[in-house]
């Protein structure tokens, strides 16, 4: 009997540090092309072993082999974080050399801590649940929203940023890594969406109430145009405004924006050209009954700020930054606590659209939530 696809794969995650030691101990390997070489061939005979392992079932879901593919790079990832922080050793020093330099960065290194312990609980928790025949559609869109954010701030990143000049053949294996997420969320945003049976005369109710007399919402609404406030300005910083406010913040209170390295820079235009305007749409959908699509993308926007956050506090703070771009001690509450804020206030929303949705669902017949109410 073969274990469950979940205990599988994580089994076979628990390879990537073996392979990244061996590789680590041979030198013919340790030259560019080599080395991607060796890791598409890697990855395939991963991709392989995943289609033997579930070949018994009678239907796979396509996004098994996508989650499974990326639970194996978790580990990679998680290995590099730990090398980089001096906890282990002899794993990655050989792909750092030649591979990818850049993922010996601040930014890296936190990224693959995200990677090695978030996204791989998301990945088996969502295996187990897709061969369980459970939904898993909620848990996917978080990953798809923290991969495609990570996605969209570290390639830029590398090319332009310090490390854009000495891009190694390696560097090219990030390219299906970067298509994957959204090809994913496509296929999930294009499936049903599992909505909860909410009363007619309940959901009437709730559409009635106008933002004032609904004060969650309305704080939240405030939250969510704080960090519209916030982001905007962090994108004029990296712009060099020339503002005396911009100047004394940049210096004074987050210099890490200016690290050339890149990543940081690239996140705030990000937050500035893509999360400012959907902020301005999910301010809309709490000000407009009927939104669905909220309890969609809340979940999505949500893990996308909490990736980026999570990576852009740690790099800030990080032994691996230069002391000059770490944020000062002194200043280092205040901008912490702004910047936790800018992630909590999406994960606030997402948790109160799917706590009480009935604002944000379509009206139902009486009859039909009748009938409902009666076959649960």
């Not at 939104?291 to 979940?299: A, F, N, V």
Request: with cysteine; hydrophobic share 50%; charged share 15%.
């Amino acid at each position: 009997m073969r274990p469950p696809a979940a205990i599988s794969v994580f089994l076979l995650s628990l390879l990537a540090p073996g392979v990244l030691f061996t590789m680590n101990n041979i030198p013919e390997l340790q030259e560019p092309l080599p080395i991607l070489g060796m890791g598409m061939v890697i990855l395939g005979s991963v991709l392989l072993l995943l289609h033997l392992t579930v070949q018994d079932k009678t239907k796979v879901d396509p996004l098994f082999y996508v989650f499974a593919e990326f639970s194996f790079t978790c580990m990679v990832g998680l290995t590099n974080a730990l090398e980089q922080d001096g906890f282990i050793s002899g794993f990655m020093n050989f792909y750092i050399r030649l591979g990818e330099p850049h993922l010996s960065t601040a930014y890296a290194v936190m990224m693959s801590y995200w990677e090695g312990v978030v996204h791989f609980i998301l990945f088996l928790t969502i295996i187990q649940r897709m061969f369980a025949g459970k939904s898993y559609r909620s848990l996917g869109l978080l990953w798809a929203g923290s991969s495609i954010a990570h996605q969209v701030v570290f390639i830029p990143g590398v090319v332009i940023g310090k490390y854009g000049s000495n891009i190694r053949p390696a560097f090219w294996r990030n390219v299906p890594f970067f298509l994957a997420p959204f090809w994913a969320a496509s296929v999930l945003f294009s499936r049903p969406r599992e909505m909860p049976v909410v009363t007619a005369d309940k959901i009437t109710a709730e559409q009635k109430k106008g933002l004032l007399s609904r004060p969650v919402d309305l704080l939240l609404s405030l939250l969510l145009l704080g960090a519209m406030a916030f982001s905007v300005f962090r994108g004029f910083v990296v712009l060099d405004c020339p503002l005396d406010t911009c100047f004394t913040y940049i210096y004074q209170y987050e210099p890490y924006l200016k690290d050339p390295v890149g990543f940081p820079r690239v996140m705030m235009l990000v937050y500035l050209f893509y999360a400012v305007p959907l902020l301005t749409v999910l301010i809309y959908g709490l000000k407009t009954p009927g939104c669905s699509w909220m309890l969609d993308w809340t979940i999505f926007f949500a893990a996308a700020m909490a990736q980026t956050q999570f990576c852009h506090i740690g790099a800030s703070l990080h032994s691996r930054t230069p002391f000059t771009y770490r944020v000062p001690t002194d200043r280092r509450l205040p901008v912490v606590i702004l910047n936790v804020l800018l992630a909590v206030a999406p994960a606030l929303l997402a948790l109160r659209c799917h706590t009480s949705p009935g604002y944000f669902m379509k009206p139902v017949p009486r009859g039909q939530t009748d009938k409902q109410k009666k076959k649960n």
